[in-house]
């Protein structure tokens, strides 16, 4: 126990220590700017229009900045507290499918992991999910171990939280359903009633998840190659989800997890640790397999961090290398060390973190006059969050007396269409990693959106925002 208090209180460290170090990104932005209101029924009224998640997280997060604020240490701290409670979740599912070395094991990686403390610091609904998967793992361990009711209706109860946060929580639930389906003969029945009551969640759910998806927030996935998904997976999984870190320690990184991995299968191969092994890396498996198979019908949402509760079944079959005398203790600690190694590159070098639409906000500053803001599409919501009196103009046209430019590359002036005549330049200038221009005009002029579009400094899509005055 002193050695699971241990890992929680590093893993609560790393998590809680840098929580407003990075600024919201676009998504964050979605939740803190446009989600959540001053209401919890204007908050459900938003959700089926600008997310395409189910609504669980958001109430909780509703619920929690009335307490803590809306700003990163206030919201991302409901995330640090879900990504700790995990840890310890993970050491008792661990321990109790497959060995107690196994579990301390399981709950090291899960507090040392970059990809888990990424989660933690994010405000959005991943360390939920993460942490009703653990939930959900432990309850059917112990349903396995002892047969126990309760915690056949834990498990039912997590697994329809988890599918109520997240639809991917149902490719969590559905090996574990199977599992407990075959390997409890005598509880077949209450395995069929509570899988009925998840899979009513899921029914419950579908109108919303079918409405969420005809305004197509997640079909850009679909056109990115799946080779290309599946090299983010292994590296998010692997390594985390910020920028790639260096050369050296991306490849140690890798390095680690391999032979870790490796060790793993050896002692997972091992008769008094096959089931709890194979049970653990077919549930994290099976929670990856599913939803590419959805491609097969045309409805691909397989992405990395849609697939992020498969991570905890996965984790516990890694930490199986634990079991295999002191070299699989050793290699457990070589990799949260190069784990944490890499949280700290991650902390101390901006080029691998969030982009820093706080800092671009900064630089931009209150509207003297009437302006234009031409910036990267996937920016919108966090610049509008941090500007304050600024929206998004899609269409049509607005007159305006400045015109500022953002762009991730070096340009020196528009790539694909002058800027307006009347418009002079005043500055030029690097801020958080973008170009930034401005340009300024004596009294109005009336532009359209597809002119200012043109106008922007990369080949990124563009979004036209407009900022008023004080």
């Known amino acids: 126990m002193w050695a699971v208090a241990a890992i929680v209180a590093a893993g609560a460290a790393l998590r809680f220590s840098t929580l407003d170090l990075q600024s919201f990104w676009d998504d964050e932005a979605v939740t803190v700017g446009t989600v959540l209101a001053p209401s919890l029924w204007s908050t459900l009224g938003h959700i089926p229009s600008s997310e395409a998640?189910?609504?669980?997280y958001y109430v909780l997060a509703w619920l929690w900045t009335k307490v803590f604020g809306h700003g990163e240490v206030g919201i991302r701290s409901l995330s640090a507290v879900l990504g700790t409670a995990t840890i310890p979740v993970v050491w008792w599912a661990g321990r109790t499918l497959v060995s107690r070395p196994v579990g301390l094991a399981a709950a090291a990686l899960v507090a040392a992991s970059p990809e888990m403390v990424w989660y933690s610091q994010e405000a959005r609904g991943y360390a939920l999910l993460v942490l009703l998967c653990a939930i959900s793992l432990g309850c059917m361990a112990e349903v396995l171990r002892s047969g126990?009711?309760?915690?056949l209706a834990g498990w039912a109860i997590a697994s329809g939280l988890a599918i109520a946060t997240h639809y991917f929580g149902a490719f969590v639930a559905i090996p574990e359903a199977i599992a407990l389906f075959l390997l409890r003969p005598e509880l077949r029945r209450r395995v069929l009633v509570a899988t009925a009551a998840v899979g009513a969640v899921g029914a419950a759910l579908l109108p919303l998840a079918i409405h969420q998806a005809g305004y197509g927030h997640d079909v850009w996935i679909k056109y990115l190659l799946l080779s290309q998904r599946l090299g983010q997976l292994w590296k998010e999984f692997a390594i985390g989800r910020a920028g790639t870190p260096p050369d050296h320690l991306l490849a140690i990184g890798h390095i680690a997890t391999i032979a870790t991995a490796a060790l793993a299968v050896w002692g997972g191969v091992q008769r008094e640790r096959r089931r709890g092994f194979g049970l653990a890396l077919g549930i994290g498996a099976g929670a990856l397999v599913l939803p590419l198979a959805l491609k097969l019908v045309n409805e691909d949402?397989?992405?990395a961090r849609n697939l992020i509760g498969a991570w905890v079944a996965l984790a516990v079959a890694v930490a199986v290398a634990a079991s295999v005398r002191w070299i699989g203790a050793l290699a457990i600690a070589a990799l949260c060390g190069?784990?944490?190694?890499?949280?700290?590159?991650?902390?101390?070098?901006?080029?691998?973190?969030?982009a820093d639409w706080r800092a671009v906000a900064?630089?931009?500053g209150p509207a003297p006059r009437l302006r234009a803001i031409v910036a990267p599409k996937d920016g919108r919501h966090a610049i509008v969050y941090y500007l304050g009196r600024t929206r998004e103009i899609p269409e049509g046209s607005l007159a305006v007396s400045e015109i500022d430019l953002l762009g991730r590359s070096r340009a020196h002036g528009p790539r694909f269409g002058p800027i307006p005549s009347g418009f002079r330049r005043i500055s030029r200038r690097r801020v958080a990693r973008f170009t930034f221009i401005r340009y300024v005009a004596q009294g109005r002029h009336r532009l359209t959106v597809d002119q200012l579009r043109n106008a922007r400094l990369d080949e990124t899509r563009a979004a036209v925002l407009l900022q008023r005055t004080p």
């Open 148 to 151: 126990s009711r309760r915690m």
């Open 53 to 56: 998640s189910p609504p669980l």
């Open 362 to 364: 900064h630089a931009i």
């Open 338 to 354: 190069v784990f944490l190694a890499i949280n700290i590159v991650i902390d101390s070098d901006p080029k691998i973190q969030r």
């Open 301 to 303: 949402y397989f992405y």
